[in-house]
C-alpha cells in the first residue's frame, strides 16, 4: 500500500510553495481536523444547561443531575468507538475510492452533522433529554467518524510533502483548541446566553468548514507545488491496493515506541481532561464573574489549549529532540500517569462523595493544569516528529495509518477511564 516519497532533489528542481499556500492549507487542515470534535466539548456551559434539571433555568455544579455528569464520559465514548470503527473501514475499504473524493465527502458529512445540531438549539429538548442526549452521541460519534476518517486520508496525501509540512499540520491542530475556548470566553465577556453562544460556535465550525473545502479544491487544481508532490499518477495507483496483514504488522513494529507514547498519554488524558477538569469549582464560586463564569472556561480550556500550543511550537522548532531514543517518551509519558491523575482528583471537583478535596485553591489547580497541558502538547508532537526517524521512507505512508489506526483502538478501549475517575470521587 505504501509508496516512496520525493527525493529530496525533487523539492530543489521542482516548483516552489508560492505564498506559502499549501503550508497555509496544512495548517488550516489542523485547525479544521480538531475543530468539530473541541467545539462540542468546549460549549460545555450549552450541554449543561440542555441537561439540567428541568424544575429550575438555572445550573447548579453542586447538585448536577445524572446526564450532566455523564456527558463528558459519554462523550469520550461515543468519540473513541467511533474512530476505530472508522479507522479500520478507511483501512482496509478506504482504497476503494479516490483520496480527493474521501477527503471532500467526509468533511461535507461533517457540516452536515453541524448543521443538524445547530437546529436543535432552537428545539426545547426538556421534555425528551435522555433521548436527546442518546441523539446527541449519535450526533457526536459521526463528526468524529469523519473527522478519523478525513485524517487518515490526508496522511495519504501528507507523507509525499517534505517533513516540515508534518510540523504545520501539529501546529493546526494546536490552534484549534485555542479558537475554540477564547471564542467561548468572549461570548461569555460581551453577555451571550448559553444557546446563542453555543449557535455561534456551531455556525463558525460551518462557515470554516465550507472555507476549507474551497480552499482545498482551488489548491489541489491551481497550485503546482501541490500537483509536483501529489500527482494522479501515484494518487491512482497507490491508493487503490488494501493493505495487507502483513504490511500492517510491519508497521506496527516501526512505531511501537510511538504508540506507547500515546498509550500511557490517554491513561493521564481520559481520566482526567475534561472527565474530571470540567466538574473542578472554583474556591471563591458564588463571590464574583470570575468564580461562577470566567473560571471554568478560562482554567479547564483556554489555559490548557494554550500550553498545548506552546509545547507543540517548541518541540517542533527543536528538531533534535526527536533524533533521542524514543524509549526516554514513553518513560516520560508513563510516570505521567502517577502525577496528574491523583492530582486532579484531589482539587476542589464537585460533586464528589469518597475522597477529600487535598488542593482547594484555584492557584494549584491552576499550576498542576499547565504543568499538564505543557507535557500534553509535548508527547502528542513527539509522538508524531519520531515516525519520519525510525521508519524507512517507502513504509512512511503505511506507518502513518497503522499509526492513526493504533490511536483510534488506543483511544477507544480507554474511553471507560472517565467513568470511572467520576465515579471514584
Known amino acids: ?52 434539571d428541568t424544575s429550575s433555568d438555572e445550573v447548579d455544579s453542586s447538585h448536577r443531575t445524572v ?75 459521526g463528526i468524529n467518524a469523519m473527522t478519523t476518517h478525513a485524517g487518515l486520508t490526508f496522511f495519504s496525501i501528507l507523507y509525499k510533502f517534505p517533513a516540515d509540512y508534518l510540523g ?95 498509550f500511557f498519554y490517554l491513561w493521564a488524558v481520559n481520566p482526567t481532561h475534561p472527565a474530571i477538569t470540567s466538574l473542578i469549582v472554583s474556591e471563591g464560586e458564588g463571590q464574583g464573574e470570575w468564580n461562577d463564569v470566567y473560571f471554568v472556561p478560562v482554567t479547564t480550556f483556554v489555559l490548557p489549549a494554550i500550553g498545548d500550543y506552546i509545547a507543540r511550537f517548541v518541540t517542533i522548532k527543536l528538531k533534535p529532540i526527536a533524533s533521542l531514543d524514543g524509549i526516554w517518551f514513553v518513560a516520560f509519558s508513563a510516570a505521567r500517569i502517577a502525577i496528574f491523575v491523583p492530582l486532579f482528583m484531589l482539587c476542589n471537583v464537585q460533586p464528589r462523595s469518597h475522597l477529600s478535596v487535598v488542593f482547594p485553591h484555584d492557584y494549584q489547580y491552576i499550576i498542576i493544569m499547565v504543568f499538564f497541558s505543557l507535557s500534553n502538547g509535548f508527547l502528542l508532537s513527539i509522538g508524531n516528529l519520531i515516525i519520519p526517524k525510525t521508519v524507512p521512507p517507502e513504509k512512511l505512508e503505511d506507518a502513518y495509518h497503522v499509526n492513526l489506526v493504533g490511536a483510534s483502538i488506543l483511544m477507544g478501549s480507554l474511553s471507560f477511564l472517565g467513568f470511572v475517575s467520576v465515579e471514584l470521587l
Open 168 to 262: 504545520h499540520y501539529l501546529n493546526g491542530q494546536g490552534v484549534a483548541g485555542i479558537f475554540t475556548s477564547c471564542l467561548q470566553v468572549l461570548a461569555l465577556a460581551v453577555g451571550i446566553s448559553t444557546t446563542k453562544s453555543a449557535l455561534v460556535y456551531f455556525w463558525i465550525v460551518i462557515g470554516l468548514i465550507l472555507a476549507c473545502l474551497v480552499f482545498m479544491i482551488a489548491v489541489a487544481r491551481y497550485s503546482n507545488f501541490y500537483q509536483h508532490y501529489n500527482s494522479k499518477t501515484t494518487l491512482e495507483k497507490e491508493e487503490r491496493r488494501m493493505m495487507t496483514a502483513k504490511e500492517f504488522f510491519s508497521a506496527l513494529k516501526l512505531i511501537w515506541k510511538s504508540l506507547s507514547v500515546l
Open 1 to 52: 500500500m505504501g509508496s516512496k516519497p520525493p527525493h529530496d532533489e525533487k523539492s530543489e528542481n521542482g516548483p516552489k510553495d508560492k505564498y506559502l499556500i499549501v503550508y497555509v492549507l496544512f495548517a488550516f487542515f489542523g485547525v479544521i481536523h480538531l475543530l468539530p470534535s473541541t467545539f462540542f466539548v468546549t460549549a460545555h456551559d450549552y450541554w449543561m444547561y440542555k441537561f439540567r
Open 67 to 141: 446526564l450532566q455528569k455523564e456527558f463528558s464520559p459519554s462523550v469520550t465514548i461515543s468519540t473513541h468507538v467511533a474512530s476505530v470503527l472508522s479507522s479500520f473501514l478507511t483501512l482496509f475499504f478506504g482504497h476503494k475510492l479516490n483520496v480527493h473524493l474521501r477527503l471532500y465527502g467526509s468533511l461535507f458529512i461533517i457540516l452536515v452533522l453541524y448543521v443538524i445540531s445547530a437546529i436543535f438549539i432552537h428545539v426545547d429538548t426538556d421534555s425528551w433529554q435522555t433521548g436527546f442526549f442518546v441523539l446527541t452521541m449519535f450526533i457526536i460519534a
